[in-house]
């Protein structure tokens, strides 16, 4: 049996049953050719495919806008409790209405102080806006000023009404990520960042959502409603319900408003998983 009768896939008794093997100086055997010609480009073709439809099931990461190209300055009344929040002339878009307040990275605001609680002041910062709510990155350049023109704070906007009890079903997100730090800013895959965010003091807010029977509060789907979690006395969200961050919950507390901000007190054991 000659080389070439055997690199060609042919046996002794001259059958093409053998198995071919390509050797890339000679012709590629028929066998191969067809498998190039036809599995090959179906098989990327199903591929593509494949990856389209996985694409267009991915959740929306939602309309949260982070303008972080530039930062703005913010005029309005400080409030320190429950979390630091600036109830401003101008939101943003032109109307006044209540800002909460960060620092870079994963961390509350802590170097504004205490007795600058209902004074004007005048903040800069990047804006982070979605769905009608707001919030300010401060700039860590450039220092609060306490503003020169200090009218006592309007009372309606201490006014915190009567309290209701209230079962809520929805989803704790830390506000800085929900709102445009990052996409997608809650659920499952966000759990891990949103805790460690809400432990360095960024507000957490309850989610809810009017006809997400799901809970998929990224998605943009049905009317939001937006609760700031705190704990009895007007003081931060117990640590011990950071276990609950990123999932379908129901919780149970007392809401009140504080300006146009809707406020959950709630008390540790105060939720459970859905």
């Keep these: 049996m000659s080389s070439h009768e055997s690199t060609s896939g042919k046996t002794a008794s001259g059958s093409d049953d053998a198995p071919a093997m390509y050797i890339s100086y000679f012709k590629v055997p028929p066998r191969e050719k067809r498998f190039l010609r036809l599995y090959v480009p179906g098989m990327l073709w199903m591929l593509a495919a494949l990856a389209f439809v996985w694409a267009r099931a991915q959740q929306s990461p939602g309309a949260a806008v982070w303008e972080d190209s530039k930062a703005r300055s913010f005029t309005g009344w400080y409030l320190a409790k429950p979390y630091p929040m600036l109830f401003a002339d101008d939101c943003g878009a032109g109307k006044p209405g209540v800002m909460m307040l960060v620092e870079v990275g994963k961390h509350g605001v802590e170097r504004i102080p205490a007795t600058s609680d209902g004074q004007r002041m005048q903040l800069d910062g990047w804006l982070l806006r979605r769905e009608g709510r707001t919030m300010i990155e401060l700039d860590p350049d450039v220092e609060p000023k306490r503003l020169a023109d200090n009218p006592q704070m309007p009372t309606a906007l201490r006014a915190v009404g009567e309290a209701k009890q209230r079962t809520l079903r929805g989803e704790i997100v830390d506000f800085k990520c929900f709102l445009g730090a990052m996409k997608p800013g809650s659920g499952k895959a966000h759990k891990a960042c949103a805790a460690l965010c809400v432990g360095g003091g960024v507000p957490p807010v309850l989610v809810c959502r009017d006809d997400s029977p799901n809970m998929n509060v990224t998605s943009g789907a049905g009317v939001a409603t937006f609760y700031l979690l705190q704990s009895p006395g007007g003081v931060p969200m117990d640590q011990s319900l950071r276990q609950f961050i990123g999932d379908?919950?129901?919780?149970?507390?007392?809401?009140?408003?504080?300006?146009?901000?809707?406020?959950?007190?709630?008390?540790?054991?105060?939720?459970r998983r859905r």
Excluded: F, H
Aim: hydrophobic share 55%; charged share 20%; net charge negative.
């Design 248 to 271: 379908e919950i129901e919780i149970v507390g007392q809401e009140t408003m504080l300006g146009d901000v809707k406020i959950l007190t709630v008390v540790a054991g105060a939720a």
